[in-house]
């Protein structure tokens, strides 16, 4: 199994330009989430999923759109890019195992600097 | 929404001495909490977590606490060692599956 893969890993980017970066699990988690990390600020849950066709906001939606077409993958589009999203996105997908239990696998991560 | 409030922001300790952290949450509907460890360029890792029926848990050095009266949990290593030395997070799972996050903790053991 690979778990949670992210594609790219870095990209840089011109203010405007727009991009999607691509989350993938093969472990048939119902839900998956995106979140960025800035320094001192944590892990930001941007959007999320809990079934394929389904998505819902998190805390820093603005500027993102998400789509869950399939249930092993999770998109998450940038339309417009901004320097304020340059950040560290983290993809992360989960299910609900024995007693409520939720751990949340992550994957490897993307940096996203735009200029 | 929910709040996750976690300090300190930075803990040194020596080591072989204990390490504790505190986390807050407000809504009185979330039910589970886990902490994570994310080491220097890599991703977060699950490393312990508890639910809201249980009031506290153990896993060898790692241990967890919740009062959920107070609406706060703590994450205690003993006798640290250098490769505890990491960031460390901690969650709060509320409604719909959604979970935040605490800004986290980073840890350093001296050896």
């Known amino acids: 199994n690979a778990g949670v893969t992210q594609t790219p890993k870095f990209r840089v980017l011109k203010t405007g330009q727009s991009m999607t970066l691509l989350c993938a699990q093969d472990?048939?988690?119902?839900?998956m989430y995106w979140y960025r990390q800035d320094p001192g600020m944590g892990l930001r849950l941007i959007h999320y999923?809990?079934?394929?066709?389904?998505?819902a906001k998190g805390e820093v939606p603005d500027g993102y759109n998400v789509s869950r077409l399939k249930k092993q993958n999770f998109l998450l589009g940038l339309e417009s890019a901004a320097p304020s999203q340059t950040s560290v996105y983290f993809c992360?997908?989960?299910?609900?195992?024995?007693?409520?239990?939720?751990?949340?696998?992550f994957g490897p991560g993307t940096r996203l600097t735009v200029l | 929404g929910e709040n996750v409030e976690q300090h300190p922001s930075t803990l040194s300790v020596q080591e072989g001495d204990s390490a504790v952290i505190k986390c807050t949450y407000s809504?009185?509907?979330?039910?589970?909490f886990p902490w994570y460890k994310q080491e220097l360029g890599k991703r977060p890792q699950l490393i312990i977590d508890?639910?809201?029926?249980?009031g506290e848990k153990k896993d060898q050095r790692i241990a967890v606490t919740l009062n959920k009266t107070a609406k706060h949990f703590s994450l205690h290593i003993t006798e640290t060692q250098p490769e505890d030395s990491a960031v460390y997070f901690c969650?709060?799972?509320?409604?719909?599956?959604?979970?935040?996050f605490g800004t986290g903790t980073k840890l350093q053991v001296i050896p």
């Open positions: 992360a997908s989960s299910l609900i195992g024995l007693a409520g239990v939720n751990e949340q696998f």
């Open positions: 969650a709060a799972r509320g409604g719909y599956q959604k979970v935040t």
């Open positions: 999923s809990v079934g394929e066709g389904t998505t």
């Open positions: 809504d009185s509907a979330s039910n589970y």
């Open positions: 472990m048939n988690h119902e839900y």
């Open positions: 508890i639910r809201s029926n249980v």
